[in-house]
Each structure stands twice: as structure tokens, then as C-alpha cells.
């Protein structure tokens, strides 16, 4: 009988600084702090190994926070734990974000010794007037040294992540970030719009003008719907001039290079959270860790709100996750999964989506249009049951 699959995401809570828009759990903290955390993260990953002897690891993502902000040589001992307590598969993907500034040669080499193979580095804007309002660490400029150092160590599957709709921006400085992350060629890119997050410096400083947008006024420092539209287009179309294909709504790949990991987060794979804060799902039961760093740091790495999702719960997570890739869901996996056919459970929202144009059925598939991609959020609340 052939092992189970196990997607692994390892939780880095710690960065240089907190950036003012990010409501991520992370934080800044001395070396003894990071070094204690990695002592019990290290003690986490063997015991969770015993839990899980009969899956096979397809993917690990390291994030956070900054993991890249660790001593190289405390990354290699948490994936070197990996790898002894658990299984993992010879071709899986092992990612690790990082940020400008915190990168060097050396560190690079220790990454790829150690096994990681992708590398997401987090540029967000090449306009450094942007990231100074955005509270990174960086200029465009310190980002260009540490991506010359991630392709000179010889890793040739990299992610940039970049943002739309940040305070002051507009279309053509979006347009000028677009066109200078394309001319380093990338193998993937990550296209996110700001969201104001309630508890962040931003909603501080941005509710009010965000409450303007929504109402359809003009805001006096985030750019206008009309621009963030503009902004929305320019992305979709500079990336398929350049060969990137759009495989979920936020994110662009050269052929064979969409983040594996992912993927199975929208598939609804398994996957086991480790470190503080991080939540995993296995076979269809929720939980998480505790987001608590004394009580982490005291051993308490025991499974969290523990929740069976029932079958309900299950479609539509099948349903609104899986919809979010633009090949979107096939009807036998729903069937196959469920025990009957989609249409019997979503016949009448599906019709209506079919009809407004924002959702197609094509070849054994259900996906979103382009008109549908475009207000993705209010299709895929209709698949709430």
C-alpha cells in the first residue's frame, strides 16, 4: 500500500521589523529568543514525526515572519530534523521565504546544501518611496544584490512577490515594479492588492480612507478602484506577453513552475503545520498550534479548536478553494470525494453562475471566467451551502 501524502509548512515568527500592513503572527526577538524557539521546533518536528509515520512529505514550505533572518546553520538542522523524523519524498518541493537584507552567499549555499530548491523572496515594490511607506527593511536596490545572489548559488526556481494598490502608488509606478520584476525573469511571481488588516499600523492610518473606497468615493492617499482595476489589467496583461501563466487568481508561472505547495492547500491535500501559530488539515480534521510563545517554548505543541469538518463543510471548501485555480475543479473529484454528482448539491448556483457569465463548464471541468476572476470573492460565496 503506497504512504499517504503529508504536505509539511514550518512556522519562522520572527523578522527584522514588522512591516506596517502585515497582520502575520511574527515579531521581532534577540538570538537567545530565535535560538530557544528553534530548540523546541526541533523537539516539535521529532514528536510530530512519530504521529505521522505512514505519510510520505511531497512539499515543506519554510515562512513566516523571515525565516531567511535565522543563522543558516539553524535552518539546516530544522530541515536535517525533517528529514530523519519524517518521510520525504526525493523530488519534493522545499521552499523558504526571504527578504532582502538578510541574505548572503554563504547563507544561500548552506539553503541549497541543506535541500531547499525554491526560494520566494519578498520585493513587494521596486519604487523605494513605496516600500519606505510600507515599513520594509530594503531599498530596490538591496533587493537586486540578494536576487543576484540567489541565481549566482544556481537556484533556478524562484518566486518575487510583489503588491498592488499601496498608499501613494500608481498605475505607472505599478507598471514600472511590473516591468522591472519581468527583466529578471522570475520563474514565478506572486501578484497581491494590499488589504488594510484591522490591528496593523495601516488600519490605523488607512480605515478611513479605505471606508471612502468602498463607498465609491475618492481616497485621498490609496489609489482610487478605477486605478486598482487599472493596475489588475496591466498585471494579467505585461505577465502573458512574457509567458507567465496565470494559475490561481493571485499567481503567475513559466510552465512547470506553480508553487506545488499551494496547489495543495487549494486541493485540500493534507498538510501538518509546525512551529507557533501554524494550522494544519489531516484527513478532513482541522486544528492548530498555539500562537502562545512562552507556552510553545514550554513543550505545548499539542493539537488545538480540533474540528471534523463535516461533509457540508468539506464541498465547500472543495468548491471555493478549488475554484481559485483557473483550471479549476473536476466534476469526477467532486463525485469521486462526495459520493454524488456536483450538480445535485450546486445544480441551482451553478446555473446562475453559468448564465452571468462568471463561471464555465467545459470538459469535465468547473471553472471561473475571466469576468468571474474578477469578482472571485462574490462567486465563491455563493458555494457557501
Not at 515543506?60 to 538542522?77: C, E, M, N, R, Y
Not at 527578504?99 to 526560494?119: D, Q, V
Not at 540578494?146 to 537556484?155: A, E, M, N, P, T
Not at 508553487?259 to 495543495?264: L, Q, T
Amino acid at each position: 500500500m503506497s504512504a499517504k501524502s503529508l504536505e509539511l509548512y514550518v512556522h519562522i515568527p520572527f523578522c527584522v521589523k514588522k512591516c506596517a500592513y502585515c497582520d502575520f503572527l511574527s515579531a521581532s526577538a534577540d538570538e537567545n529568543t530565535r535560538q530557544e524557539y528553534i530548540r523546541n521546533l526541533l523537539e516539535e518536528i521529532k514528536e510530530k514525526g512519530k504521529q505521522y509515520p505512514d505519510y510520505e512529505i511531497t512539499t515543506v514550505f519554510i515562512g513566516g515572519g523571515t525565516p531567511s533572518i535565522l543563522k543558516a546553520g539553524q535552518i539546516a538542522d530544522v530541515l536535517e530534523e525533517v528529514y530523519r523524523s519524517f518521510s520525504v519524498r526525493p523530488d519534493a518541493e522545499i521552499t523558504i521565504e526571504c527578504n532582502p537584507g538578510t541574505l548572503s552567499f554563504e547563507k544561500l549555499s548552506i539553503y541549497k546544501t541543506a535541500g531547499i530548491n525554491r526560494i520566494s523572496v519578498g520585493l513587494q515594490s521596486t519604487d523605494n518611496d513605496e516600500l519606505r511607506e510600507l515599513g520594509r527593511i530594503h531599498t530596490y536596490e538591496e533587493f537586486l544584490q540578494s536576487y543576484d545572489l540567489i541565481r549566482k548559488v544556481g537556484f533556478s526556481n524562484v518566486n518575487i512577490d510583489i503588491m498592488a494598490a499601496l498608499p501613494g502608488q500608481t498605475a505607472l509606478s505599478y507598471e514600472k515594479t511590473l516591468r522591472h520584476v519581468l527583466s529578471l525573469r522570475p520563474e514565478h511571481i506572486s501578484a497581491y492588492s494590499l488589504i488594510i488588516e484591522e490591528g496593523t499600523p495601516f488600519f490605523e492610518k488607512y480605515e478611513a480612507d479605505e471606508l471612502l473606497r468602498e463607498k465609491g468615493d475618492k481616497p485621498l492617499f490609496l489609489p482610487s478602484e478605477e486605478t486598482e482595476r487599472e493596475m489588475y489589467e496591466q498585471t494579467k496583461e505585461l505577465f502573458a506577453e512574457h509567458g507567465y501563466e496565470r494559475y490561481e487568481i493571485s499567481n503567475y508561472a513559466k510552465n512547470g513552475y506553480a508553487c506545488r505547495h499551494n496547489i495543495g492547500y487549494w486541493r485540500r491535500e493534507n498538510y501538518l503545520g509546525l512551529g507557533l501559530g501554524s494550522s494544519s488539515l489531516v484527513e478532513n480534521v482541522r486544528f492548530h498550534n498555539t500562537t502562545n510563545l512562552l507556552d510553545y517554548n514550554r513543550g505545548m505543541f499539542g493539537q488545538q479548536d480540533m474540528e471534523v469538518l463535516d461533509k457540508k463543510s468539506q464541498m465547500e471548501e472543495f468548491m471555493f478553494l478549488g475554484l481559485r485555480m483557473t483550471n479549476g475543479v473536476a466534476r469526477k473529484d467532486f463525485e469521486t470525494a462526495f459520493g454524488l454528482p456536483v450538480e445535485n448539491v450546486y445544480g441551482t448556483v451553478l446555473d446562475k453562475q453559468v448564465a452571468d457569465g462568471l463561471v464555465k463548464k467545459e470538459a469535465g471541468r468547473i471553472f471561473l471566467t475571466e469576468r468571474g476572476m474578477d469578482v472571485s470573492n462574490y462567486v465563491m460565496a455563493q458555494f457557501l451551502i
